[in-house]
C-alpha cells in the first residue's frame, strides 16, 4: 500500500485508471484489474475504470500488482546479519527499507540483498518472496528471521501460527499510561474512511498486543514502552496503542507526528526475537539495540 494520491488540478476530468497508470507507473491492464478487484478506491469508495476524476478527489491503492518476475540478486542492498546457519539468517533491518518486492519497486529490497548473500533462497517459500516467514513495517527497524530451507520455512511458519516466537518491540508514545501493564485485546481491520489504514474494528481480525511501561518522561509528556505481540497484524502496535490514546511518536499515519519531539519515522523498534531452531529445536534468542536516530531522541528525553 502506497500514501494516498491527492489529484492536481492538472488532471481534473482523467479517468481513474489513466491517472493511477501514469502516477504509479504500473500498466494499464494491471490497473484495471486492481479497479476491478476493488483495490484501488476514491474517496473512500470503489469506482469503475471509466470514473472521471476531480480536482482535490483522494485515491488510496490497497494493492500493488504482481511483480512480472520473481525478485533478483541485489548486491548493492546492505544486509546487516546477526546470525546464520544452514537453515535461518537474522537479520536487523533499517527503518526506510521495504522486506520485499513489489510492483514498481522490484529491487533494493532486502530480499534482493539477500538473494545476492543467500541465492539458494530463491527457492525457499513464496518464489515472490523467497525465505519470508514474517515482515516489519518499512518504517519499522529490528529484527527479522529468513528461512533457508524449505523445512526452516515450514517450521517457522508453523511456530508463528502458534504464537510460540517472541517478538518485543520499544515504542515511544505520547502520553502517560494509566496502567504500568495492559492487554490490548481488539480485532484490527481495514479502516472504512481510510483504506489505506487499519483500525479496530468488530468485524477486523483478532489481535493482541501486550505492553509494559519502562520510563516516562515530562518534557514533553510521552512514554517508553515495550510491548509484545501475540498476533501479528498490519500495523498492529501502532493501530493498537493509537487507539487507547498513545499514538507512537513520529507516526504520521495514526496521529503520533507532532512539532514537540520532530522524528521522521515512528519511533517503532523490533528488538529481541525467540524462537525455536527449525531443526535442532534449540530455543534461541536475539536483540538489537536502538539505532542512531531513534537513541538520540531517548538522549533529549533525560
Not at 153 to 162: H, K, S, T
Not at 193 to 200: G, P, Q
Request: proline share 7%; aromatic share 4%; hydrophobic share 40%.
Amino acid at each position: 500500500m502506497s500514501e494516498p494520491i491527492t489529484v492536481p488540478g492538472a488532471l481534473d476530468g482523467e479517468r481513474v485508471d489513466r491517472v493511477v497508470a501514469m502516477l504509479t507507473g504500473w500498466s494499464r491492464g494491471d490497473v484495471q484489474q486492481l479497479l476491478d478487484d476493488g483495490a484501488v478506491v476514491v474517496g473512500g469508495k470503489e469506482v469503475a475504470k471509466s470514473y472521471r476524476l476531480r480536482e482535490g478527489d483522494v485515491i488510496e491503492l490497497l494493492a500493488e500488482p504482481e511483480p512480472d518476475q520473481p525478485p533478483q540478486a541485489d548486491a548493492s542492498v546492505p544486509v546487516a546479519v546477526r546470525y546464520a546457519d544452514d537453515d535461518v539468517i537474522v537479520v536487523a533491518k533499517p527503518a526506510d527499507l521495504v522486506v520485499h518486492p513489489g510492483a514498481g519497486n522490484d529491487t533494493g529490497t532486502l530480499v534482493n540483498g539477500l538473494l545476492a548473500r543467500y541465492p539458494e533462497n530463491a527457492t525457499v517459500g513464496d518464489p515472490y518472496r523467497p525465505g519470508i516467514v514474517h515482515r516489519l513495517d518499512r518504517d519499522t527497524s529490528g529484527l527479522l528471521v529468513v528461512a533457508r530451507t524449505p523445512v526452516a520455512y515450514e517450521a517457522l511458519v508453523e511456530q508463528l501460527g502458534a504464537r510460540s516466537v517472541e517478538r518485543k518491540y520499544i515504542a515511544l508514545v505520547w502520553g502517560h499510561l494509566d496502567a504500568r501493564r495492559g492487554l490490548i485485546d481488539a480485532p484490527i481491520g481495514r479502516s472504512q474512511t481510510r483504506r489505506t489504514r487499519m483500525a479496530v474494528r468488530d468485524e477486523g481480525r483478532p489481535a493482541r498486543t501486550e505492553y509494559e511501561v519502562e520510563t516516562e518522561f515530562d518534557e514533553p509528556v510521552t512514554s517508553l514502552l515495550t510491548c509484545r505481540l501475540e498476533t501479528g497484524r498490519t500495523h498492529q502496535i501502532r493501530v493498537h496503542l493509537n487507539a487507547i490514546g498513545h499514538s507512537v511518536v513520529g507516526d504520521g499515519t495514526y496521529g503520533g507526528k507532532r512539532d514537540s519531539l520532530p522524528l521522521g519515522r515512528p519511533f517503532l523498534h523490533a528488538a529481541a526475537l525467540g524462537f525455536d531452531h527449525p531443526i535442532t529445536g534449540e530455543r534461541v534468542r536475539f536483540e538489537e539495540p536502538l539505532p542512531a536516530e531513534l537513541a538520540v531522541v531517548l538522549e533529549r528525553l533525560t
